[in-house]
Each structure stands twice: as structure tokens, then as C-alpha cells.
């Protein structure tokens, strides 16, 4: 599933908490998924705790996110894989 992170994410995101982030908000809307958190190596969404692959260019955006704040981040697509 491809998820796009938008400038409205990035505006209602909250830096160092996995369940807020942008990317989490994204997840949360666009897959209609409730309990997204972001960790470093993973994605983990729902109530069954689906675990998804979390691409470099995610890495990149929650760290320069986390660490630099919200002027620093673009608004950027990635597709959103289930681990098997």
C-alpha cells in the first residue's frame, strides 16, 4: 500500500513518540489502522500488532524529524509492506 505523509501530517506530528509521529498519522488515516507505532526497524499496526517494513527513506524523515523538527521534513511517499 503506498502512504503518502503530508504537509498535515508533518503540522499535527509529535517529535519522539512512535504513535504520533507523521508517519503514524498517515498510517493511521490512509490504511485505517488504529495502534500505528514507528519504531527504528519496524512498523507495528493494529490490534493483531502487523508488523511492516520500515523503508530508509522513513528512517531518514523520523530522524531528521525527531532531532531537527518539523522544517525540516518534506512531505514524501513510501509503500507500506507486511513482514511475512
Keep these: 500500500m503506498l502512504i503518502h505523509v503530508c504537509?498535515?501530517?508533518i503540522k499535527a506530528g509529535k517529535r519522539e513518540l512512535g504513535?504520533?509521529?507523521?508517519?503514524?498519522?498517515?498510517?493511521?488515516e490512509q490504511a485505517g489502522v488504529n495502534g500505528v507505532l514507528v519504531g527504528w526497524n519496524s512498523i507495528v499496526a493494529g490490534y493483531s500488532n502487523i508488523k511492516y517494513h520500515c523503508p530508509r527513506?522513513?528512517?531518514?524523515?523520523?530522524r531528521d524529524f525527531d532531532f531537527k523538527?518539523?522544517?525540516?521534513?518534506?512531505?514524501?511517499s513510501f509503500i507500506l509492506k507486511e513482514i511475512l
Design 69 to 76: 523538527g518539523k522544517k525540516f521534513v518534506k512531505p514524501f
Design 19 to 28: 504513535n504520533l509521529c507523521p508517519v503514524a498519522l498517515a498510517i493511521k
Design 57 to 62: 527513506n522513513v528512517k531518514n524523515f523520523v
Design 7 to 9: 504537509s498535515k501530517h
